[in-house]
């Protein structure tokens, strides 16, 4: 799972990248390791060799977002960004160093319609496409037409593709990477002393939006853990910004987890709501798709409410399931498979 950073330039998308990431300045790319005490309990539990935690990537485009003269919109900045699952959306809301005040409604709508205008640039090409090669007598999906048609009568309503859950994520769709169709976390990157979200008058186009406090936060990251944690309760930080745009990531991506022990490794696992056994072992191994028997599941809580696995076992907890269980935040399972 990738994440890119954009937002408009000097927004901090850099400065929130390596608070992160806790990378280096120059990096570009960065997997952070998702934290989860569940996997820290599983390892006092059962004392594994290994620990692997889930990892997600966050990409910082290497561009910067500018405009030309005529306000048209800048497709390199953009075709780094295409190939991402999500997208975080790094609004100011600080005061630049140059003394503007932030005015974020307006850079949130700017970005947001160059998304929609680029996509909207991409549907009306394939358009005009299909509809010449309809007229030459080619053979032309059309579900598809139909579908584009639908896309296209939302961007020029100024609406994200976003918005509308089906069209998002159909799979006619994919192979167009259309930006608004993209999950988006909106980050607010404030000032040091500032903790609230700005003012909104009409909200609707945001869904959950996270206050960060870049720069501060990005030096913490720098910070070893002790010292860290004094500025921590200082600046009244419950989680820092790594755990809470990880956790964020992770709910705008519609991501669960669920957990392996065996082979003396205990290993967290990252895959989208709903997905069944089977196609969750084929996370692990082609091969464990194709030889899958049946799931060995324990929920995490009732592991830790029974105390072990064997008493969890007597407890009649310890369920089998078949190939179209939908997994659960928090499964542990033990997959068995012939192959
Ligand atoms: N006060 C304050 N300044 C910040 C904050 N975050 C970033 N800045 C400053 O704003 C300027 C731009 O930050 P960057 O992180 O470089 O922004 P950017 O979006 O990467 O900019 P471009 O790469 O040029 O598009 C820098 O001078 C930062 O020090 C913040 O949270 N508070
Ligand atoms: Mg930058």
Redo the contacts with the bound molecule.
């Keep these: 799972m990738r994440l890119g950073i954009i937002?408009?330039?000097?927004?901090?998308?850099?400065?929130?990248f390596q608070a992160v990431t806790r990378s280096n300045k120059g990096h570009r790319i960065a997997t952070v390791l998702v934290p989860d005490e569940r996997v820290d309990v599983l390892n006092r539990l059962f004392k594994p060799d290994k620990t692997v935690y889930a990892r997600i990537e966050y990409l910082l485009p290497s561009g910067?977002?500018a405009y030309s003269q005529d306000g048209q919109s800048d497709e390199s900045f953009w075709s780094e960004v295409r190939p991402c699952d999500a997208l975080i959306h790094?609004v100011r809301n600080?005061?630049?160093?140059g003394g503007e005040a932030p005015h974020p409604r307006d850079d949130f709508l700017r970005l947001e319609t160059d998304m929609i205008f680029a996509d909207l640039v991409v549907v009306e090409k394939r358009i005009d496409r299909l509809d010449l090669d309809k007229k030459r007598g080619k053979k032309v999906n059309a579900e598809e037409l139909l579908m584009l048609s639908a896309c296209l009568r939302m961007l020029e309503a100024q609406r994200p593709l976003r918005d509308d859950t089906e069209l998002a994520v159909a799979p006619l769709l994919k192979g167009y990477t259309f930006l608004s169709a993209k999950p988006v976390l909106v980050l607010f990157?404030?000032?040091?002393e500032d903790e609230s979200p700005p003012p909104w008058e009409e909200p609707p186009e945001l869904h959950n939006p996270l206050v960060v406090?870049?720069?501060?936060e990005?030096e913490l990251a720098g910070l070893p853990p002790e010292e860290a944690a004094e500025f921590l309760t200082a600046y009244h930080i419950k989680d820092s910004a790594v755990e809470r745009v990880i956790r964020h990531s992770c709910s705008v991506l519609g991501l669960i987890r669920f957990f392996t022990v065996a082979n003396n490794e205990v290993r967290c696992w990252l895959i989208p709501k709903e997905t069944t056994a089977i196609d969750a072992a084929e996370v692990i191994h082609s091969d464990m798709k194709r030889g899958f028997i049946r799931a060995e599941m324990l929920a995490y809580d009732d592991l830790i409410s029974a105390g072990t696995y064997q008493e969890a076992k007597k407890e009649g907890k310890v369920r089998l399931e078949g190939k179209a269980y939908a997994v659960q935040d928090g499964d542990i399972i033990n997959f068995h498979f012939n192959v």
């Design positions: 937002g408009l330039p000097g927004s901090g998308k850099s400065t929130i910067t977002r790094v600080f005061h630049q160093p990157n404030n000032n040091d406090r870049g720069e501060l990005m």
